[in-house]
Structures are given as C-alpha cells and as structure tokens.
T-cell receptor, first 115, second 111 residues
Framework: DTEVTQTPKHLVMGMTNKKSLKCEQH?????MYWYKQKAKKPPELMFV???????INESVPSRFSPECPNSSLLNLHLHALQPEDSALYLC??????????????FGNGTRLTVT | SQELEQSPQSLIVQEGKNLTINCTSS?????LYWYKQKYGEGLIFLMM?????EEKSHEKITAKLDEKKQQSSLHITASQPSHAGIYLC???????????FGPGTRLSVLP
C-alpha cells in the first residue's frame, strides 16, 4: 500500500472540461511533486512544491495549474486539455526537496484520457 | 546535467533464473535509487544507495553501487512472475537540480 493517495484513479474528460486531480500524504514530507508519464517512458517532472511554495515549474502549459492548499495536499487543476495530454499523472512526496538521500514516494497515479 | 542510462532495455527470463539490470551515470552519483513500476501504476521505492561499494538487499533483490559511484546494478536471484515490471533507477541531480530517472528496464518472467 502506498502512503501517497491519489484520486481519482481514472479520469476521462473532454477538451472543454475542467477537472482536478488530488494527492494527499501524511508522512510529514515537505516537498510534493507532479509528474507526467507517457507509455514506455520514465516520469517527467511538471511541478515541485517545497514548504507549500511552488519552487519548480518545468515549462508546463498554463492549462495545467497546480495548487498546494497545505503541507499534506496537492492538487492539479486541468482546463482545456488536448488529447496529447492523455497520460498517467503521478504525485510524489519527499522529506525535503534537494536533500540528498531523500527518496521520492509515489502514489498510484491517475490515468487521464482526454477525448 | 546528469543523465542515466539503463541496460538492457528489456529482459525476458524463465522463472527461477537470475538476472542483472545496470544503471550508468554520466556523473558521480550522490544518491542512487531503484524503483519498480507495474504497468499503469505508481513507482514503488526499492532501495537507496549512497556510498561507493555499498550493497543492499531486500528479499531476493540486491543492489550495488560501484566504488567510483557512477554505476549501479540490480540483481534478482531466482526470479518469480511477481518480479515482472519496469525497473527504473533514479538519482539526485547536481545540487539544486532535479531528481532524474533512467529510461527503465522492462522485465518479463515466464512461468
């Protein structure tokens, strides 16, 4: 069982829809991450929050909007997505960002399909 | 920036066989992590290696980091179908840089 919980597990949305992905961790970690993973590829970093502040935005289109309401929660708001945005979206957390020897702990992901 | 390569890209073995997956870095590794991923699921943290020459084991999986801290190997003894999945190595980037992943090795274990 993972200690990082993601909801929903699956999501199908049209290009005009607005939806949100949610992530929660109760390990006291202060860094939280969103990754995008396409088939047969490793995860690609999208956003990093460190102590509830956005510290990295890897040139992600504005149709993806992250939010960190508190140290345990991370959301990813989706609007006007394109079919090529279909992917597995993974949330992760770590004790601290940039600290060596602080492994990332991943949730099970949300499988997103954009129609 | 740091880059990781993995070999082989994919591997098919008969149940009960031993196997090794390699991860090579373009720079010195300060923290090397092994993850396993089942199709469509999240990544499961397996092990973390820090020191040159370090070796760690968990059940039938052993991971080593070489003395120069630029290569790691993951060895599975007496493989089982439950070992099937994608194995990814990951590493701390240079200071201030992001965590990086290798491309992954897809393992199939035939019963």
């Amino acid at each position: 069982d993972t200690e990082v919980t993601q909801t929903p597990k699956h999501l199908v949305m049209g290009m005009t829809n607005k939806k949100s992905l949610k992530c929660e961790q109760h390990m006291g970690h202060r860094a939280m991450y969103w990754y995008k993973q396409k088939a047969k590829k490793p995860p690609e970093l999208m956003f990093v929050y460190s102590y509830e502040k956005l510290s990295i935005n890897e040139s992600v289109p504005s149709r993806f909007s992250p939010e960190c309401p508190n140290s345990s929660l991370l959301n990813l708001h989706l609007h006007a997505l394109q079919p090529e945005d279909s992917a597995l979206y993974l949330c992760a957390s770590s004790q601290d960002r940039g600290a060596y020897n602080s492994p990332l702990h991943f949730g099970n992901g949300t499988r997103l399909t954009v129609t | 920036s740091q880059e990781l390569e993995q070999s082989p890209q994919s591997l098919i073995v008969q149940e009960g066989k031993n196997l090794t997956i390699n991860c090579t870095s373009s720079k010195t590794l300060y923290g090397l992590y092994w993850y396993k991923q089942k199709y469509g699921e999240g990544l499961i943290f397996l092990m973390m290696l820090q020191k040159g020459g370090e070796e760690k084991s968990h059940e039938k999986i052993t991971a080593k980091l070489d003395e120069k801290k630029q290569q790691s190997s993951l060895h599975i003894t007496a493989s089982q179908p439950s070992h099937a999945g994608i194995y990814l190595c990951g590493a701390d980037g240079d200071y201030g840089q992001n965590f990086v992943f290798g491309p992954g090795t897809r393992l199939s274990v035939l019963p």
